[in-house]
C-alpha cells in the first residue's frame, strides 16, 4: 500500500484539485478532507465519489479496492436527498416500469419530459449514464479542439509554403539568368532559391505539434 495522486473536479464550477493521499482512505474518509479543507461546501444530503468515465466508489471502499491510480480524475457528486448524509442513494419502494418503457433503470421514458431532479438523482443508474455522457462530450470536445488546432497550423503552414514556393521560384529564374552570364554571385542565389523551394516543402508535409 502507498500514496496516489489523483485530480478531484468540483461539482459546480469544475476547478481540479491535485491531491496526493493514502490509497487505503476510503471514499467517505476522502470526502471528510474534502470538506475539511474547504474544497466543497457541506451538503445535508452528502456527496458521492466517482471515476471519470467510470464506475461510483462506494463510501465504504478504498481507492486500492477501486482500483484508482495515480493520475485519475475523480468527480465529486451531490447524493440524493432523500438518503441522509453519508449515504449513497435511497429509493423508495414503488412500482418499476416494464423493460420496453424504461430508457434508463427505474425511470419511466413515457414521461421523459416530466422528470425531475429528484427522480434522476434516486436512480443511480441514471447518474452514473449522465456522467459517463458529460465524460464523453468533455472527450469529443478535447478531440475536436485538438483537431481544429492541428488545422489552423497546417493553414499557416500551408500558406507560407505557398509564398515561400513563389519566391523560390522568381530566385531560381534570377539565378539561371545569372548563370547564362556566368556571375559569380549565381551559385549563391541558386542554393538560396532551391533552401527556399525545400523550406516549403518541409512545411507543406510536416506533422504540426500540438
Not at 471528510?32 to 456527496?47: K, M, R, S
Not at 456522467?131 to 485538438?146: C, G, I, M, P
Not at 488545422?151 to 505557398?162: C, G, K, L, P, Y
Request: charged letters at 25%; hydrophobic letters at 40%.
Amino acid at each position: 500500500m502507498g500514496e496516489i495522486s489523483v485530480n478531484f473536479i468540483h461539482p459546480t464550477d469544475g476547478r481540479i484539485l491535485t491531491v496526493t493521499l493514502d490509497e487505503t482512505m476510503t471514499a467517505q474518509e476522502v470526502i471528510g478532507e474534502l470538506l475539511a479543507n474547504d474544497f466543497v461546501l457541506p451538503f445535508e444530503e452528502g456527496y458521492t465519489l466517482a471515476v471519470m468515465g467510470g464506475e461510483i466508489i462506494r463510501q465504504d471502499q478504498t481507492f486500492d479496492e477501486a482500483k484508482i491510480r495515480d493520475g485519475d480524475k475523480i468527480r465529486i457528486i451531490p447524493s440524493a436527498s432523500a438518503g441522509g448524509k453519508g449515504q449513497l442513494y435511497h429509493k423508495e419502494p414503488k412500482k418499476e416500469p416494464s423493460k420496453r418503457e424504461s430508457g434508463i433503470p427505474g425511470l419511466d421514458k413515457r414521461t421523459v419530459k416530466d422528470f425531475s431532479i429528484e427522480a434522476i438523482s434516486n436512480s443511480p443508474e441514471a447518474i452514473i449514464m449522465i456522467v459517463h455522457l458529460y465524460d464523453d462530450l468533455q472527450l469529443r470536445h478535447e478531440k475536436l479542439s485538438t483537431e481544429l488546432e492541428i488545422e489552423r497550423f497546417r493553414s499557416r503552414d500551408r500558406f507560407v509554403a505557398t509564398l515561400l514556393l513563389l519566391i523560390s521560384q522568381v530566385v531560381l529564374s534570377i539565378a539561371g539568368n545569372l548563370l547564362t552570364s556566368n556571375n559569380s554571385i549565381a551559385v549563391p542565389v541558386f542554393i538560396a532559391g532551391g533552401l527556399q523551394a525545400a523550406l516549403a516543402l518541409y512545411l507543406t508535409f510536416r506533422k504540426p505539434n500540438v
